[in-house]
């Protein structure tokens, strides 16, 4: 029901696309949570998230708390006495004292129980899953743990990146979402106990993980470069010097590649087709080919 007291809870991008989405309809958004502003760029400007500043323009009051475990913001919580809340790659654990308040379902980025965990997205690439999906959930106290109430699956074709694979599986989310609030007493009777077979859990991401040696093997290197872009770029040492590589693919035995910027690896070889030299703008692999190995 639209007119049930909604508090959203998320700070990301793909949070964000539910967000839009459900202040668009018409929902009743009585508050947004969202994590605290934080430093950002060489001058440390505090910055909101993109979640935050949406909630603010369309005056939706914000809360940005550290964590749940004062009282204060407990009986905060409590005091807006949600019907229902929706979290959404939002950061914080929710504790059993806001989860005994009003159920809380979230938009999680996996075929539940597959990836649960911080990167579920990156994780998939990186694993050479062939689909991935949205399940909206149920929470409990564990971690992704709760009964499912539906999921899609969504093919992770080899193009994609993590910011494309994203885009899609945040607008499938924000579809997904609605029709389990317009529904809410029956989505929430229809929610089915997880199974723990093929149970991942997909740790966060470590900036380290981005690099990578030009002797690991092509299949894997363009999984990395695949799962790390736009952000935070996978990279390689080249002639003493971090390249970032933005896209990449693996060769096909049957074309010529003369002019791409192409490497060998023990399985086979890849192309680099966007590349950021060190302290360079992104450009193309054949660019960096023409312009940068032949000096």
Known sequence: MKNNRLVFMGSTEFSLASLKKLYEDGFNIVAVYSREPKPVGRHYKLTKTVVHEFAESKNIPVYTPKNFKDEEEVKIFADLKADVAVVSAYGLIIPQTLLDLAPFIN???????????????????????????ISIMKMDAGLDTGDVISIKPVKISNEMNYGQLSEVLAQLGAEMIEETLLNLKESLTRATKQSENGACYAHKIDKKEARFDLSDSAVSIVRKIKAFAPIPGAWAELNG???KILDASLTENDKNYKDDLVFESPDGKWIAKIVQPEGKKPMSGRDFRRGYLKK
């Not at 996996?110 to 994780?123: D, E, K, N, V, Y």
Request: no cysteine; glycine share 14%; hydrophobic share 45%.
């Open 241 to 243: 010097k971090r390249l």
């Open 107 to 133: 938009i999680h980025g996996s075929l539940l129980p597959r990836w649960r965990g911080a990167a579920p997205i990156q994780r998939a690439i990186l694993a050479g899953d062939a689909e991935t999906g």
